[in-house]
T-cell receptor
Framework: DAKTTQPPSMDCAEGRAANLPCNHSTISGNEYVYWYRQIHSQGPQYIIHGLKNNETNEMASLIITEDRKSSTLILPHATLRDTAVYYCIVRVDRGSQGNLIFGKGTKLSVKP | NAGVMQNPRHLVRRRGQEARLRCSPMKGHSHVYWYRQLPEEGLKFMVYLQKENIIDESGMPKERFSAEFPKEGPSILRIQQVVRGDSAAYFC?????????????FGSGTQLSVL
């Protein structure tokens, strides 16, 4: 699976947009970009995923560059409850071996 | 529609005892994944199962650890003769189908403490 690179930590002011970057320069054409987050000691929570096109749901937006070598997760109006570790994962469709491989993620701290 | 259910939420064992962790996937999901998270570390993949079959156990220690997902009932992660280094949070996830476009849904985990 392609590896991802994320900043270890970021701060964001409450109410502002949080933009979390992720580099995946070795991504292949059949690999999806997934974002999960883990709020202290809880199970990982799915946020969003995409292949080529930008995606938006009720939680966030995912912007994928045209060459697919990087992406940005956008939380439009961060709240204190968004403080968590955010994981960017690329996942290949290998039939029966499609598990998620977690890296170290970005620790996002939303401050009042 | 209940989410992925894991029990117990907390499990305390003494060294040498057995630990059994249970995971009931979401309704309609036949694919189960187990992950382990050691203190202050990231999640590590352990094993991937479909009903009655182990598909990928590349992340599971060769000794003392086993997993099953029977035709009926929850998936079980079994750790024999536990040691202090097994103390960790164990998370289970499920998905309805195979494939990279299928989201995994995680449970709240089981915190195993070995005394």
């Amino acid at each position: 699976d392609a590896k991802t690179t994320q900043p270890p930590s970021m701060d964001c002011a409450e109410g502002r947009a949080a933009n979390l970057p992720c580099n995946h320069s070795t991504i292949s054409g059949n690999e999806y970009v997934y974002w999960y987050r883990q709020i202290h000691s809880q199970g990982p929570q799915y946020i969003i995923h995409g292949l080529k096109n930008n995606e938006t749901n009720e939680m966030a937006s995912l912007i994928i560059t045209e060459d697919r070598k990087s992406s940005t997760l956008i939380l439009p109006h961060a709240t204190l409850r968004d403080t968590a570790v955010y994981y960017c994962i690329v996942r290949v469709d290998r039939g029966s071996q499609g598990n998620l491989i977690f890296g170290k993620g970005t620790k996002l701290s939303v401050k009042p | 529609n209940a989410g992925v259910m894991q029990n117990p939420r907390h499990l305390v064992r003494r060294r040498g005892q057995e630990a059994r962790l249970r995971c009931s996937p979401m309704k309609g999901h036949s694919h189960v994944y187990w992950y382990r998270q050691l203190p202050e570390e990231g999640l590590k993949f352990m094993v991937y199962l479909q009903k009655e079959n182990i598909i990928d156990e590349s992340g599971m220690p060769k000794e003392r650890f086993s997993a099953e997902f029977p035709k009926e009932g929850p998936s079980i992660l079994r750790i024999q003769q536990v040691v202090r280094g097994d103390s960790a949070a164990y998370f289970c996830a499920s998905s309805p189908r195979d494939g990279a476009n299928e989201k995994l849904f995680f449970g709240s985990g089981t915190q195993l403490s070995v005394l």
